[in-house]
T-cell receptor, first 108, second 113 residues
Framework: RKEVEQDPGPFNVPEGATVAFNCTYSNSASQSFFWYRQDCRKEPKLLMSVYSSGNEDGRFTAQLNRASQYISLLIRDSKLSDSATYLCVVNNGNKLVFGAGTILRVKS | SQTIHQWPATLVQPVGSPLSLECTVEGTSNPNLYWYRQAAGRGLQLLFYSVGIGQISSEVPQNLSASRPQDRQFILSSKKLLLSDSGFYLC????????????FGDGTRLSIL
């Protein structure tokens, strides 16, 4: 089992749609979780940290489910500019592990 | 605020030539530093990390090496490049290895001919 697994997508959604990504992780002792966004041919950029109680930043909501070992990212009211690859990142005890990413394409 | 600089942005090198990529961080002291490689359409692969000057840990065996001659400088090198070394190389920094997020430079796109 991979340390961090994501559905590669692509998720093709219309503008204004709500879309959710899940990410599963294998190390039950993981303590820190993040979502990054990576645009084509660019560096990954931190989108948000994921806290145990769940957290929201504008149209973005992140949730953590420790029992099932997954984190999720919900994007509401999708914009064209949200089109990117979303990377799930989990610490596995001695380093951060990056998922391969989920591609989102928002279309008008 | 902290900034990370990485150069060059693109590089085309012949097989067998040497390589030197440089990364510097400003606005923080004693950062943890990382080198990653991303092959086309693939995830990030951690190559090296460093917790301090002269301290380098290698994650995967390869013909690349890393050095940290100064607190905020991290260098990725090779004596002889292989075709398989092509990819997108990213330098990153963080305040600690386990709990804080990493912040990336703009990356170097390396093509080996």
């Amino acid at each position: 089992r991979k340390e961090v697994e994501q559905d590669p997508g692509p998720f093709n959604v219309p503008e204004g749609a709500t879309v959710a990504f899940n990410c599963t992780y294998s190390n039950s002792a993981s303590q820190s979780f993040f979502w990054y966004r990576q645009d084509c041919r660019k560096e990954p950029k931190l989108l948000m940290s994921v806290y145990s109680s769940g957290n929201e930043d504008g149209r973005f909501t992140a949730q953590l489910n420790r029992a099932s070992q997954y984190i999720s990212l919900l994007i509401r009211d999708s914009k064209l500019s949200d089109s990117a690859t979303y990377l799930c990142v989990v610490n596995n005890g001695n380093k951060l592990v990056f998922g391969a990413g989920t591609i989102l394409r928002v279309k008008s | 605020s902290q900034t990370i600089h990485q150069w060059p942005a693109t590089l085309v090198q012949p097989v067998g030539s040497p390589l030197s990529l440089e990364c510097t961080v400003e606005g923080t002291s004693n950062p943890n530093l990382y080198w990653y490689r991303q092959a086309a359409g693939r995830g990030l692969q951690l190559l090296f990390y460093s917790v301090g000057i002269g301290q380098i840990s290698s994650e995967v065996p390869q013909n690349l090496s890393a050095s940290r001659p100064q607190d905020r400088q991290f260098i990725l090198s090779s004596k002889k490049l292989l075709l398989s070394d092509s990819g997108f190389y990213l330098c990153a920094w963080s305040r600690d290895r386990f709990y804080q997020p990493q912040h990336f430079g703009d990356g170097t796109r390396l093509s080996i001919l």
